[in-house]
């Protein structure tokens, strides 16, 4: 049984359990605050924080995790990434008050305190600038730490930059780029890595069909060129005889995002029963 450590709230909870779930490892919680939960065939899943998921991988109390990069790399621990999943996506930034005069990561002067609940990615970063500063470390609502006089200046997540912007906050450099992650230990045992690959695959193939559909038309044999260059899908639309008639069967899979434009340009060159679908998993 390979142990998997999931985030038991927050952000990326969600998301995790829906991907999980697509990828056919339905999590089965066994009561609402159970703290594991089967997810069918050889997989387990353990919920904690996401932040405590680094160390759970990295001491062996799980064999993978999923969880934010950033909580990663401020652990410190050893640890492969096998996959991006794509959501969570957010930066660790530095920031400062507008009217601090800071606009660039060069105008933070020495002996600068810096309020973050990411005290080492904070201090490696300015270190590694041979800025030297005080990390003055706070478990939350970092953005009110200028406004309070206890620093001077923070580092903190951000996705969009609107709670930055509405605490009177400027953006003014990156620290870390982040999304969830999958997890494992470097040295994990051989016999765990083909379950690993195994589950790599199957949330890839998942992610991998969220951005496509698949589209059936009925297209006049005349048309077929024009066709061919509306949907170039994964290796060519494929192309099916219909039996004594002027219309052939084309099956492909397009871009979720083009898919109204695909169809008005299938409709304009005169195909018919157009159809799409969602596809549950695609593998290459
Ligand atoms: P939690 O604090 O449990 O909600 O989870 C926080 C994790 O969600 C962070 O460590 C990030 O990896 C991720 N995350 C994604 N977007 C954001 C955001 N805008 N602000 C904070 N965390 C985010």
């Not at 009217?99 to 970063?125: C, H, N, P, W, Y």
């Not at 600038?129 to 003055?136: K, N």
């Not at 949330?203 to 038309?217: C, E, I």
């Amino acid at each position: 049984m390979l142990k998997i450590a999931l985030p038991n709230k927050g952000r990326l909870s969600e998301e995790v359990r829906e991907l999980f779930n697509d990828a056919g490892l339905e999590v089965k919680v066994r009561g609402e605050r159970a703290l594991t939960a089967s997810l069918g065939g050889e997989f387990e899943a353990i919920f904690v924080r996401a932040q405590d998921i680094p160390e759970f991988v990295a001491d062996g109390a799980a064999d993978a995790g999923v969880t934010g990069w950033d909580l990663v790399c401020e652990s410190g621990r050893e640890l492969v990434q096998l996959m991006d999943l794509e959501f969570g996506r957010c930066r660790l930034v530095v920031a400062a008050r507008e009217e601090s005069g800071i606009e660039k990561l060069e105008d933070v002067k020495d002996g600068v305190r810096v309020a973050s609940s990411f005290t080492r990615l904070t201090a490696e970063f300015f270190t590694k600038r041979g800025q030297q500063v005080t990390v003055v470390p706070v478990s939350g609502a970092t953005e009110i730490a200028p406004h309070l006089g206890i620093a001077d200046i923070i580092v903190d997540l951000t996705s969009t930059g609107s709670t930055l912007k509405m605490n009177g906050l400027r953006e003014v450099g990156t620290v870390v780029q982040s999304s969830a992650r999958l997890i494992a230990r470097k040295d994990h045992a051989p016999e765990a890595s083909a379950k690993l690959e195994e589950l790599t695959q199957a949330l890839s193939s998942v992610l991998a069909a969220r951005g496509k559909r698949y589209l059936m038309a009925n297209v006049p044999r005349r048309v077929l060129p024009g066709v061919r260059e509306v949907l170039p899908g994964l290796n060519g639309p494929t192309v099916v005889d219909v039996q004594g008639g002027d219309f052939v069967a084309v099956h492909a899979v397009v871009p979720a995002k083009s898919i109204y434009r695909t169809i008005a340009a299938l409709k304009n060159l005169g195909c018919e029963g157009i159809l799409v679908t969602r596809i549950e998993r695609l593998m290459p």
